[in-house]
């Protein structure tokens, strides 16, 4: 049988299972969004994965200067590249979704700011990686980098949208998610969608660490 | 709303497409994963 | 106080390094001057209230880049083996970002007086404008020093100055300019002052990162 962590089975059950019940569950009739609220289930999901591995990726920037273990430094890169790729996703799906809704793929909103400010970090994250030869030493400054960066990142995404007006749901009056107005019917397929995907976001992180613990070992040889 | 769509059924191929492209994409994953896992021993 | 002491003495230090040769202050001031004249220039007066304030502080933002690359760039490793033998890594920081949070106040200011002699003066508020160009360039200063320090040890490519700190000025840059834009329009403190305190927080915030993270840059 194929040997497949519990968890990867777990991932592959609740992402079948968002994809089925997303698109045949009852969602609440709401005006201009109608049945695009479902992509709620992948776009939004899309983000958290993304705040949950970006986090990830912080604590083991952390772990690493307390403990320079390459390990450590591999977990906090490969998060942030599978973050970073989900974040893609998320604004790819938010502009199809906006191009839908709003009628403009891009507007001037706090949120879609963040989001874009978000990808400049994990960017410049990279090149700083790309910039440095030796590797404890790329590892120890672009862990510096990420801890400082991804704590102003988040400061700027979480705290300055809850201040100004803002064109998406949930912010300034309009409806849509917050935790008070997410339909009930639609939180049973949004939890496990979220969880889904995050699973699967470590279950693709943990092949890169694998694949790169294994050039080294080549590289050795 | 797609109730329209449900009505004749067309919802139903949404979804088999859709899962059929995810299954293929973690046929992949999965074959991936024991390639790596045997590479390791 | 030895620790004042030490670090006043690094400031005053720096301070002297840039008199000395007077080529990077006066670059900097001519930078500042190029920018507001090309502004003038391409907008010949016909600019309005949210404009003003944009581009002054995109202006400001360039220079500070400008300013603040060359700090940690400048000193030869002899110097800096020299520093690390003697002084804490916090003494460098903390001289290196009060230092440049002056030149960056200065700068700012020279360049408020320039733009309005340019542009017009529509600034309603001075009191507020001028804490706003006041704390404006302490986040600035400390942001950049402290990316200037990390970039320094990466290749010496000016350029990646620019990639890693512009998006870490981020947040910085739209609180200030909000908070900029509300004393230009002359609001009411009550208006103004969670901008105020948000940008207070961010910028202990940042200083306390940097107060973290140094030591870990300077072990070299």
Redesign the interface.
């Given at each position: 049988m194929?040997?497949?962590s519990w968890w990867?089975w777990l991932c592959?059950v609740l992402?079948?299972y968002t994809?089925?019940e997303g698109?045949?569950g009852p969602v609440p009739?709401l005006p201009i969004l109608?049945?695009t609220i479902r992509n709620l289930y992948f776009h939004v999901t899309m983000w958290f994965a993304m705040m949950i591995l970006m986090t990830v990726s912080l604590v083991y920037s952390i772990k690493y200067l307390s403990k320079p273990l390459a390990h450590n430094d591999t977990v906090a890169e490969m998060s942030a590249k599978v973050g970073m790729l989900f974040g893609i996703i998320g604004i790819l799906t938010g502009m199809i979704w906006a191009k839908n809704t709003w009628g403009a793929y891009w507007v001037n909103d706090a949120k879609l700011n963040g989001a874009a400010a978000a990808l400049l970090v994990y960017t410049a994250y990279f090149i700083l990686r790309n910039a440095i030869e030796d590797e404890t030493k790329r590892a120890r400054i672009s862990s510096v980098y990420a801890i400082f960066a991804f704590t102003l990142m988040m400061v700027f995404i979480m705290v300055l949208p809850r201040m100004t007006d803002s064109l998406h749901p949930g912010n300034g009056g309009n409806p849509g998610f917050s935790t008070y107005d997410l339909d009930a019917n639609m939180r049973k397929v949004f939890y496990p969608a979220v969880l889904g995907f995050t699973l699967l976001g470590i279950?693709?992180m943990q092949?890169k660490i694998?694949?790169k613990?294994?050039q080294h070992f080549n590289d050795e040889q | 709303?797609?109730d329209a769509f449900r009505q004749d059924g067309k919802?139903y191929v949404?979804?088999a497409v859709?899962?059929v492209l995810?299954a293929v994409l973690?046929g992949y994953?999965?074959y991936?994963?024991?390639k790596?896992?045997k590479?390791?021993k | 106080m030895q620790n004042t002491s030490k670090i006043f003495s690094l400031v005053i230090k720096e301070y002297r390094y840039d008199w000395r040769s007077r080529s990077a202050l006066s670059g900097m001031l001519m930078y500042v001057f190029a920018t507001v004249f090309i502004c003038y220039l391409s907008f010949k007066n016909v600019i309005d209230i949210p404009t003003w304030n944009s581009l002054f502080w995109i202006i400001i933002l360039f220079v500070a880049i400008n300013a603040i690359a060359k700090s940690f760039m400048a000193e030869s490793k002899a110097l800096q083996l020299f520093y690390y033998s003697f002084l804490s890594p916090y003494h460098i920081i903390v001289s290196k970002i009060i230092y440049h949070a002056v030149l960056m106040f200065v700068l700012a200011t020279l360049g408020a007086f320039i733009f309005t002699f340019f542009l017009g003066n529509p600034v309603q508020s001075y009191l507020q404008f001028s804490l706003a160009l006041l704390l404006g360039s302490v986040s600035f200063s400390s942001c950049l020093t402290m990316i200037s320090a990390i970039a320094s040890r990466a290749t010496n490519n000016p350029a990646l100055l620019a990639v890693l700190g512009f998006p870490v000025l981020l947040p910085v840059l739209t609180v200030t300019i909000r908070f900029s834009k509300n004393a230009i329009d002359g609001l009411a403190w009550s208006v103004n002052q969670p901008y105020f305190i948000l940008l207070l927080c961010l910028n202990a915030l940042i200083l306390a990162l940097a107060y973290l993270l140094f030591p870990y840059l300077w072990r070299e």
């Open positions: 194929l040997k497949l990867k592959i992402i079948f994809l089925i698109f045949l009739a109608n049945e279950w693709i092949l694998n694949i613990k294994l | 709303m797609a919802i949404v979804i859709v899962c995810f973690f994953l999965i991936l994963d024991n790596i896992n590479l390791k | -």
